[in-house]
């Protein structure tokens, strides 16, 4: 059974650090590449971030590069998130995406609210 399980969303406050994690499950996710979307409310899903098959890669959308990073450890077949600096402007539920050729797999994603 595939399964992508975020988990470590909460509520922080501006400035503040969380680090999200990505599990991965049923499929080899040592083979996939990765990606972080967010979506606010209201607004359409957008990408924050995206990490090759062996990690040796990386992007990130403007408004979170130097406050964000991505991260994977195979052997753990997980993806993390970093993120730094955080702003109000960074609440959203966060998806993460595993994709490769034609397979592409969901998680149901985790809430991060940042307020003071």
């Known amino acids: 059974q595939v399964q992508l399980v975020e988990s470590g969303g909460g509520l922080v406050q501006p400035g503040g650090s969380l680090r999200l994690s990505c599990a991965g499950s049923?499929?080899?996710?040592?083979?996939?590449?990765v990606r972080w979307y967010r979506q606010a409310l209201g607004k359409e899903r957008e990408l924050v971030a995206g990490?090759?098959?062996?990690?040796?890669?990386?992007n990130y959308t403007n408004s979170v590069k130097g406050r964000f990073t991505i991260s994977r450890d195979n052997a753990k077949n997980t993806v993390y998130l970093q993120m730094n600096s955080l702003k109000p402007e960074d609440t959203a539920v966060y998806y993460c995406?595993?994709?490769?050729?034609?397979?592409?797999?969901w998680g149901q994603g985790t809430q991060v609210t940042v307020s003071s």
């Open positions: 995406n595993a994709n490769f050729l034609y397979q592409k797999y």
């Open positions: 990490i090759g098959s062996t990690g040796a890669t990386t």
């Open positions: 049923g499929f080899t996710f040592s083979s996939f590449g």
